[in-house]
């Protein structure tokens, strides 16, 4: 099974709960790219509907693919990273690459209805793999404060918080993406 | 079973293999700091002998515990930060709060001799927290290019690498400390 994921920062919500689209960062850029890498996904998309911030993402990651710069480990994680205006458009590329539309799941720090656990979609990926299938899976992670409800709506399915029973609930995109690929795809199990 | 976390300035090496002190970043405060707030550990050190490194986290950290912050989210994870300018001192005050030596745990990136396993560990962390033993735990995370060779001498066990059969493995220390704790303290298993 194919897997990517996509940083979304359009549609995603403010503090006070208005969509907003956010502002790319380095670091995000770098930190998922590298845990992209480690557990060997397809691609890590960038969504972000701004032409100049699709420039800046550009800029932030030729200087490394391009650059000559003597850190080819940053260079191998930072190829990883694709741009697309859209969560629609990310699924039409990933359809094109593989032949069907992804398996889209959204992740979330709140509780939701009809979410997906952890170990039922860790078993759904294992057994594609198993089979070899040409299935692939595109993880929408949001950025700010999170996705924005109607990406809730378009997708396959919904995962489950990561510790929805404790007092603080409050990682970082970058943590979340983090734990959440090593719980799906780590072979610490 | 109380745990703590150190991240560790100095001694690290660089990409060179020299032992250097690294700049303490910003991020690095933040995204940790969230991170052992989620998985409610004791305190996060960050372990400089710096004087104005020790200087420049109070004033990051300040900014949001009295600064007036309406991130009050902000406030609970990095109100667990601590300064240190050693790992022995670090121990030190441990021990101080809870009568006895922690456990000292360091992490790294590359295959060693006597690592403790993931399983071996999170046992051993579980059957400490059924017997509300007053044991505690600190486990050291490098900076930079990873703990200095001392470093390993000196603790009590070293964690096995992460995804130590990938062929990429250069993580953040950020990602690092999340899937981590995750791996050790977290509910989805």
Known sequence: MKIYIALVHYPVLNRK???ITSAVTNLDIHDIARVAATYDLEAYFIVTPLME??????????????GGSP???????????????????????????????????ATTARHRNKTVGWT????KVEAAQELNEHASMLLLFGTASGLAEPVFEQVSG?????????????LSVR????????????NCR
């Open 158 to 170: 919904v995962l489950e918080p990561i510790e929805p029973q404790r007092l603080y609930n409050h």
């Open 120 to 123: 039922e979609l860790r078993t």
């Open 175 to 186: 943590s979340a993406v983090a734990i959440t690929l090593d719980r799906l795809l780590g």
């Open 17 to 19: 709960g208005e969509t």
């Open 53 to 66: 911030q699709q420039e800046l993402v550009r800029e932030l990651t030729g200087h490394w693919i391009d």
């Open 71 to 105: 850190n080819s480990d940053r260079k191998t994680a930072l190829s990883m990273v694709r741009i697309t205006p859209s969560i629609d458009e990310t699924c039409k590329q990933i359809e094109a690459e593989t032949g069907s539309c992804p398996l889209v799941i």
